[in-house]
C-alpha cells in the first residue's frame, strides 16, 4: 500500500473511530481535554508507525488499546487517584489485546459513553457557535484547520472556542452523563438543534463564494446516524434524520456545472440521489411508528417528502405542504418558519395570500437584515408582475446577503425585471 494510501485509511478510521476512543477515555479519566489529547497521541503514533509496518488488522482496536496504554504511562506519572488508574489496569488486564479493546469498543458501554460525549458538546452551557466546533471536533473528527475552513473564520478562532468550551465544561463541573429523564428531552433539543445547525451549513452557506458545502452535510448526515442507533425511541431524532437524507439527496441539483445555484423548482429532478430519498422516507416512517405526535424536525421532514415524492414542481401537493407549515408554526413559532409557510400559501392558493404574511413579517420587523424576506417578497411580485418593485427587493436581497453566489442569484433576478 502506498503512503498515500496509508494516510487516507488513518483518516478514515481516525473518523470513524475517534468519537469511540475519546468517548471512552473521558469516562474513565474525567477529563474531556485530556481524553482528546491521549486520542491525539495514538493517532500521531499511527502516521509514524503504520507507513512502515502497515495498517493493522483492527485498526481502530489498535487505536484504541493505544490510547489506554498511553493513558497508563501518564497515570503512572501524574499524582492522579489511585481509583482510576486501577480501573485503567483492570480494562487493561482483562482486555490485554487489542482485538478484545475492539470487540469492547461496540458493547454498551462504548454506546452509553458516546451518548454522554453527544450531550457534553452539545450543553446548553455554551454558545452556539462552542458547541457546533466542540462537537465537529469531537464527534466529528474535524481538524480546526478543516472547521475553521467549513464556516469561513480563521484556525486561531476556531481553536479559542474549543479551548474556551473545555474550560467552561470543566469550570460548570458538566457530568459525563446521560441526562435525568426530566432534563434529557430540553438537552436532545440541543443536540438535535446543533447537528442541523452544522448540516444547513453545508446546504446553504451563509457566507463565502459556494453556495453548497456538501462535506459539512455529511457530517451532520452522520453524527444523526450515530444519534439514532444511541436513543432509537426519540421520534424526533429519526425526524431529523429523515429531514437531512431528503434534503442532501439534492445537493447534486442544487448548483449548476460553474457553482451557480439552482432554486428548487428549476432543479433537474434525475439529479436528485433516489438512494438518499428512500432512506429519508423510511426514517419518517419510523418516526410515525413510534406513536408520537410529529415534532418540528419530523413536520419538516413531511414537507420535504411532498417535495421528495413530487416527480415534476407541477406534482407538488403545495395545499399538504401549507397544511403541514401551519401545524409546524403552531409548534415552532418563528418568523423563518412563517416565511416559509408564506411561500407554501403562495404556492397554493396564490402569490396574493402569500404576500400578506409577507407584509405582516415585514411590518412587524420580525426578520431584519434578513436577506430571503426581501428575496421571497421579489418573488412573490414578479409572479403579480409589479417587476419595477421587485426588482427594488431583489436589490435588496442581495446587499443583505453574505454569500457569493446567492448575490449573484439575486442581482440576476433584479436584472431580469428590466428586462421582462
Known amino acids: 500500500m502506498l503512503p498515500t494510501d496509508i494516510h487516507l485509511s488513518i483518516e478514515a478510521v481516525w473518523r470513524i473511530d475517534a468519537p469511540k476512543i475519546i468517548a471512552r477515555l473521558t469516562r474513565i479519566l474525567g477529563d474531556i481535554n485530556l481524553a482528546e489529547e491521549l486520542a491525539q497521541d495514538a493517532l500521531v503514533i499511527a502516521l509514524e508507525q503504520w507507513p512502515v509496518a502497515g495498517v493493522p488488522y483492527k485498526p481502530g482496536a489498535w487505536l484504541m488499546a493505544t490510547a489506554k496504554h498511553r493513558a497508563v504511562d501518564l497515570i503512572r506519572r501524574s499524582v492522579m487517584s489511585q481509583r482510576k488508574y486501577e480501573e485503567l489496569g483492570r480494562e487493561l488486564f482483562q482486555n490485554p489485546s487489542p482485538e478484545a479493546d475492539f470487540d469492547a469498543a461496540f458493547d454498551e458501554d462504548i454506546s452509553d459513553d458516546l451518548l454522554r460525549l453527544i450531550f457534553i458538546t452539545c450543553h446548553p452551557v ?185 416527480r415534476t414542481p407541477q406534482e407538488t401537493d403545495w395545499q399538504r405542504i401549507a397544511a403541514l407549515y401551519d401545524a409546524l408554526v403552531q409548534l415552532l413559532p418563528s418568523p423563518v418558519v412563517e416565511l416559509n409557510r408564506a411561500v407554501a400559501v403562495s404556492m397554493a392558493y396564490g402569490p396574493e395570500a402569500g404576500l400578506e404574511i409577507v407584509e405582516v413579517l415585514d411590518r412587524d420587523e420580525a426578520l431584519p437584515n434578513y436577506h430571503l424576506l426581501p428575496g421571497v417578497r421579489g418573488d412573490l411580485l414578479v409572479r403579480m408582475g409589479r417587476l419595477d418593485e421587485a426588482r427594488v427587493e431583489f436589490e435588496r436581497a442581495a446587499s443583505l446577503t453574505r454569500n457569493t453566489r446567492e448575490r449573484d442569484l439575486f442581482l440576476e433576478r433584479a436584472i431580469d425585471c428590466y428586462e421582462q
Open 126 to 310: 455554551l454558545s452556539t457557535e462552542a458547541r457546533i466546533a466542540l462537537t465537529l471536533r469531537l464527534l466529528g473528527g474535524l481538524t480546526t484547520v478543516e472547521i475553521a475552513r467549513a464556516f469561513l473564520v480563521s484556525e486561531a478562532t476556531i481553536a479559542q472556542r474549543i479551548v474556551r468550551a473545555k474550560r467552561t465544561l470543566s469550570e460548570a463541573n458538566v457530568p459525563f452523563e446521560v441526562p435525568s429523564a426530566a432534563d434529557r428531552l430540553a438537552r436532545l433539543s440541543s443536540v438535535l438543534e446543533v447537528i442541523y445547525l452544522i448540516f444547513n451549513e453545508g446546504y446553504s452557506a451563509t457566507a463565502g463564494d459556494d453556495w453548497v458545502r456538501p462535506a459539512l452535510c455529511e457530517d451532520a448526515v452522520r453524527l444523526g446516524r450515530i444519534l439514532v442507533e444511541l436513543v432509537p425511541a426519540e421520534p424526533e431524532v429519526h425526524g431529523l434524520v429523515a429531514l437531512m437524507e431528503i434534503q442532501a439527496s439534492r445537493l447534486q441539483a442544487r448548483v449548476g456545472r460553474s457553482g451557480e445555484p439552482i432554486l428548487l423548482l428549476d432543479q433537474n429532478r434525475a439529479r436528485w440521489d433516489h438512494l438518499l430519498i428512500q432512506r429519508g422516507l423510511r426514517a419518517l416512517e419510523r418516526a410515525k411508528k413510534t406513536g408520537q405526535a410529529l415534532g418540528p424536525y419530523a413536520l419538516q421532514a413531511a414537507i420535504a417528502a411532498c417535495h421528495a415524492r413530487a
